[in-house]
C-alpha cells in the first residue's frame, strides 16, 4: 500500500481551540487546561484512506498576533490547511476571512482548504450564525464542518474529506465535490482570489 505524507496547517485566532482538535485526532484526549501553543507544534497521525495510507503531518500555528508573521514558514508546501474558528465567539469567524486572504496571497495553489466551526457542544451560546457559517466556505468551495474536540463530533470526518479532496498519484481529479484551488497565473504578481 502507498503512503503519502500530506502536510496540514491548522490557522486561526487564539483560543478558537485548534490545539485541542489536533490532540482529539492524533491521541483522542481532551484536555480542557490545554496551554496556548508558542510558535506552533507538530505531531503526525496515519491514516488509510481507499488503497492508501496517508500520514498527515500537522502544523498547530499559535494564533497570538506577536506570531502571526511565522504562519507562512508553516503553510508552505501544504496540501491542506484548516482554519477554526470558535462558534460563540463571532470575531473568530471574522477575522477567519483574513486567514484564507493570506493563504490566497502566500500558500501553496492547489490548497485544499477547510473551514472548521469548533465547540459545536455550545451550541446553545452560538454567536456564529449557521447559515453565514455555511455560506462563507461554500462560496470559496473549501470543506466546512463543525465540531467539537470535547465530544470528539466531526474530528475524523474533516480528516477523511481532506483525503478524498487531496488529488490521487495519478492525477486525475478527486472524487466528488469541488476543491478549493489557489489560483494564480505565473505571469502576474500575487494577488488575493478570496
Not at 500530506?6 to 478558537?16: E, P, Q, Y
Not at 468551495?141 to 474530528?155: C, D, G, L, Y
Request: contains cysteine; proline residues 6%.
Amino acid at each position: 500500500m502507498a503512503l503519502r505524507e500530506l502536510k496540514v496547517c491548522l490557522l486561526g485566532d487564539t483560543g478558537v481551540g485548534k490545539s485541542s482538535i489536533v490532540w482529539r485526532f492524533v491521541e483522542d484526549s481532551f484536555d480542557p487546561n490545554i496551554n496556548p501553543t508558542i510558535g506552533a507544534s507538530f505531531m503526525t497521525k496515519t491514516v488509510q484512506y481507499q488503497n492508501e495510507l496517508h500520514k498527515f503531518l500537522i502544523w498547530d500555528t499559535a494564533g497570538q498576533e506577536r506570531f502571526r508573521a511565522l504562519a507562512p514558514m508553516y503553510y508552505r508546501g501544504s496540501a491542506a490547511a484548516i482554519i477554526v474558528y470558535h462558534i460563540t465567539k463571532e470575531e473568530t469567524f471574522s477575522t477567519l476571512k483574513n486567514w484564507v486572504k493570506e493563504l490566497c496571497q502566500h500558500g501553496p495553489p492547489n490548497t485544499v482548504v477547510a473551514i472548521a466551526g469548533n465547540k459545536c457542544d455550545l451550541i446553545d451560546v452560538r454567536e456564529v450564525k449557521e447559515r453565514d457559517a455555511k455560506d462563507y466556505p461554500d462560496s470559496i468551495h473549501a470543506i466546512f464542518v463543525e465540531r467539537s474536540a470535547k465530544n470528539a463530533t466531526n474530528i475524523n470526518e474533516l480528516f477523511i474529506e481532506i483525503s478524498r479532496r487531496i488529488p490521487s498519484t495519478d492525477a486525475s481529479p478527486p472524487s466528488g465535490g469541488k476543491g478549493f484551488k489557489l489560483q494564480r497565473q505565473p505571469s502576474e504578481p500575487r494577488r488575493s482570489c478570496c
